[in-house]
Structures are given as C-alpha cells and as structure tokens.
C-alpha cells in the first residue's frame, strides 16, 4: 500500500491549505482514511476519517466547523481542506488507511495499517 501525501506548506494564521492522500495501492480495499498530526515533542493525535463506502465522517473537537475530509468517486484520493487554520495547528500531517477499522477506532492511530510519509505545515501567528 502506497499513501502519498500532498499540499502542506506555510500559512499564516486564519488561512487555509488543502491537502491530499493519494492511495496508490488497492484502493478498492480500503475501509477507512483519516488524517493525523504530530507537532513538535507531541504525540500523534486524530484530525479526521472518513469511511470510504458512503463516506461518513468524525473530526476531532478542535477541528470541527473548521476542516472538511472528503474523497473521490474511485476512493483513489481524500482532501483534507483546512480553513482558519491556528499556530497550534503548525504540525507533519498523516495520512493513514486501514481495510477493517469500526468507527470507534478511527482515532486512534495505532490501529491503522498503512501510513503516508507526512506533510508539514506551518502556521504563523
């Protein structure tokens, strides 16, 4: 399984940044996508998932009303559009796939198979 992220980059705060997970590898197998971030000395910590068949969604609190995740048709892509973006939201964002997960796992990353090499992005104050 092959998870490319794209889109990161700098941005000052209230901005906004779209990024993108491209699945490389079966994308017919994959049950659910969501989006992680790690800043500096922190711990990864859940953004958004969405279930790939009928695409239903959970954010983290601290991102609801702000980010949107969202797929294409052939479940080969998923978007996380960030808006209002926070300096505490300067962190490498994850993509990550996983072909079982029920949706009371979707945040927690260890449950997750497959992972992408990450996007930074930077947000200024």
């Known amino acids: 399984v092959q998870l490319q992220a794209f889109g990161g980059g700098p941005v000052q705060s209230g901005g906004f940044l779209r990024l993108s997970c491209v699945n490389s590898g079966r994308p017919s197998r994959r049950k659910v996508m969501g989006w992680f971030r790690q800043a500096p000395g922190k711990e990864r910590e859940f953004v958004a998932a969405?279930?790939?068949?009928?695409?239903?969604?959970d954010y983290a609190n601290s991102v609801k009303g702000r980010f949107t995740i969202s797929k294409t048709s052939d479940k080969n892509t998923v978007y996380l559009q960030m808006n209002s973006l926070k300096p505490e939201g300067t962190a490498v964002h994850y993509c990550?796939?996983?072909?079982?997960?029920?949706?009371?796992?979707?945040?927690?990353?260890?449950?997750?198979?497959?992972w992408g090499q990450g996007a930074l992005v930077t947000v200024s104050s």
């Open positions: 969405i279930l790939l068949s009928g695409g239903t969604t």
């Open positions: 990550a796939a996983d072909d079982t997960l029920i949706r009371s796992s979707w945040s927690n990353p260890a449950q997750y198979n497959y």
